[in-house]
């Protein structure tokens, strides 16, 4: 059961990856394409600017999901680093708890405005705007329950103390790539 699960969730994590690489190609034809026209033909395509502004609304919450579960994140890690186990394990539980909050907020805030969004349309597209907006409930369900998985390790005594900073540093990972130098004439 556990492997079907793991198996699941990696899947839907590279089927997200795989609608942020769609969402960023389609922006990317619809703005060069849109700009070409205009130039070129003095003319456009009047659905395009709405559609890639959608396009990057659901690229940045799609992204931010993907990032989440990856540790991608910025962080700050001056002050944690430096504590003792005890204070990790309640800095990471205040992080957490403070991030569950916020997620909260952010379904409950994307309930109340579902209604104003459902009868709202697009001005050029036609689309509801819960289409569009809608993406709230998937985020803050998401990102919640990465939240609470994390809190439940920290609670039960199941993550490592290397896991207690949650801040992944590129300089220490073997595949980074080695920062800018200074080249001399």
């Not at 309930?111 to 907006?133: C, D, K, R, T």
């Not at 409930?137 to 809190?151: A, E």
């Amino acid at each position: 059961m556990d492997k079907t699960l793991d198996v699941s969730i990696h899947w839907f994590f590279k089927g997200l990856e795989l609608l942020v690489v769609v969402c960023m190609v389609a922006m990317v034809f619809m703005v060069f394409g849109n700009v070409v026209l205009r130039y070129a033909f003095n003319s456009g395509i009047t659905v395009s600017v709405e559609m890639s502004r959608y396009s990057f609304i659901w690229l940045t919450y799609i992204g931010a999901m993907v990032a989440m579960r990856e540790g991608g994140h910025l962080g700050v890690d001056t002050l944690v680093k430096q504590l003792p186990v005890l204070g990790k394990k309640l800095c990471l539980f205040l992080s957490e708890s403070l991030m569950l909050f916020c997620n909260m907020l952010f379904l409950m805030g994307t309930y109340q405005m579902h209604e104003l969004n459902a009868s709202n349309v697009s001005p050029v597209v036609g689309f509801s705007m819960i289409w569009i907006y809608g993406i709230g409930y998937v985020v803050s369900v998401v990102m919640g329950i990465i939240n609470l998985k994390v809190l439940y390790r920290l609670l039960s005594g199941r993550i490592r103390d290397d896991e207690l900073v949650q801040v992944v540093e590129t300089e220490g990972m073997p595949d980074a790539k080695e920062p800018f130098k200074e080249v001399k004439p």
